[in-house]
């Protein structure tokens, strides 16, 4: 019962947050040009930095090992999600395949990590988020826009969450550490991230027409695909896995239950997809993740 009260109490902060964020929107406080600002914040300064301070450790194969078992856990776990997008839908539904292959982890995965495992398990979620980068602006672009000749190695490698995790590496391997004035500075703004990015979350409700949100079957198909298929059957197969590995396990699985990613309405702006119905499957999404998540992490405990 313990586990269950953390995700209760620590998901209903995060529920708060949110409505502090629909508010500000509705009200004017925060118009869409705002919301752009934060959400860059967030991708280029406080998600690389809470990343980035994950790797200011002592060198250690066993940490090092583990962070290549992410890595494959990860990797396996995303490969699952696109194969049974694969079986589900047709060749031509594109954004529907992309939104249940890539999740939102970063703005809401690295904030119910840090909550419900504690700060230092973002070290695993930063392999999870190297290899949704490394898919996203590859395997992603083909999937929305059917076109190979747009993936070039700089939209990959330039990627903030890719270049914080390189930095990370040499910090970790290295016996010169981040100096103290700058790991405590980097540290606390990246303490910043889940009440910002979960106001955040609020303002990108608040901007979707709730009516329009709402009547979309298929839509809502997309959604349970995405937030119960998937999680579940990941969660079956993660029991298979060494029982040590169940930090690891729980940090892909909350990765993998997020919901629909930013990157679907963006990458369908910019390649030539339906912007505005991959805006719809976020909203849409991450409101019903709100009581998807909490189940499939209590199932998931109740198995393991």
Not at 45 to 70: A, C, D, H, W
Not at 212 to 222: M, P, S
Not at 253 to 274: E, K, R
Request: proline share 4%; with cysteine; hydrophobic share 55%.
């Amino acid at each position: 019962m313990e586990i269950i009260s953390t995700i209760v109490g620590q998901v209903s902060i995060m529920y708060v947050l949110m409505a502090i964020g629909f508010i500000v929107y509705r009200k004017n406080l925060i118009n869409e040009e705002g919301a752009k600002q934060i959400s860059n914040l967030l991708v280029w300064v406080i998600n690389p930095l809470i990343m980035l301070t994950r790797y200011q450790m002592n060198f250690s194969m066993e940490k090092l090992e583990e962070l290549g078992i992410s890595f494959l856990v990860s990797l396996c776990a995303m490969l699952i999600g696109f194969l049974i997008g694969k079986i589900i839908f047709k060749k031509n539904q594109r954004i529907d395949k992309f939104a249940i292959g890539f999740a939102n982890a970063g703005f809401i995965g690295i904030p119910l990590v840090t909550n419900l495992m504690g700060i230092d398990k973002v070290f695993f979620l930063s392999a999870y988020l190297v290899c949704f980068n490394i898919l996203s602006y590859t395997y992603g672009i083909y999937m929305v826009s059917n076109n190979k000749n747009l993936i070039t190695v700089k939209s990959v490698l330039l990627n903030p969450g890719i270049i914080a995790v390189a930095f990370g590496l040499l910090i970790f391997v290295s016996p010169v550490k981040l100096p103290s004035l700058f790991y405590d500075a980097f540290n606390l703004v990246g303490q910043t991230n889940t009440p910002i990015a979960m106001i955040l979350l609020g303002t990108y409700i608040a901007k979707a027409e709730l009516i329009t949100l709402f009547n979309d079957r298929h839509a809502y198909f997309v959604a349970a695909i995405k937030l119960v298929v998937i999680p579940i059957i990941i969660t079956v197969l993660f029991k298979f896995l060494p029982p040590y590995l169940v930090e690891i396990k729980k940090v892909v699985l909350i990765a993998m239950s997020t919901p629909v990613g930013l990157t679907v309405p963006m990458f369908s702006q910019m390649y030539g997809g339906d912007y505005e119905y991959g805006a719809k499957l976020v909203g849409l999404s991450t409101l019903l993740s709100l009581a998807t998540i909490p189940v499939i992490l209590f199932f998931a405990n109740i198995i393991w």
